[in-house]
Nanobody, 126 residues
């Protein structure tokens, strides 16, 4: 049974930082990638960042490149999303997800991600 649980979302002022964590119970696949997505009210879910578990290669959406970083937490068996220079438009529910990935590049389409967490709310005030 694979379970993903996000944490760390809260209200923060614009320009501030947050670190989201996603703990993974079970091993999603032999080779896999972990991704972060977000969904704002009235908008579609969008890709934010991803990392391949074995190689550690990362990908970022243009909207967060240079502000967000993604990293593995081998101790806690999870993945973190460090968010800096937050903007009001970063307000959304953030989800972590797991996808099968045996290549050097993590997928960015949500359709490839099989396992999802319940989400954590991030609100950035102006």
């Amino acid at each position: 049974q694979v379970k993903l649980v996000e944490s760390g979302g809260r209200l923060v002022q614009a320009g501030g930082s947050l670190r989201l964590s996603c703990t993974i119970s079970g091993r999603p696949f032999i080779n896999y990638a972990m991704g972060w997505f977000r969904q704002a009210p009235g908008k579609e879910r969008e890709f934010i960042a991803a990392i391949t578990w074995n190689i550690g290669s990362t990908r970022f959406a243009d909207a967060v490149k240079g502000r967000f970083t993604i990293s593995k937490d081998n101790v806690e068996n999870g993945v973190n999303l460090q968010m800096n220079s937050l903007k009001p438009e970063d307000t959304a529910v953030y989800y972590c997800a797991a996808a099968y990935s045996d290549g050097p590049i993590a997928p960015i389409s949500a359709t490839y991600y099989r396992y999802w967490g319940q989400g954590t709310q991030v609100t950035v005030s102006s």
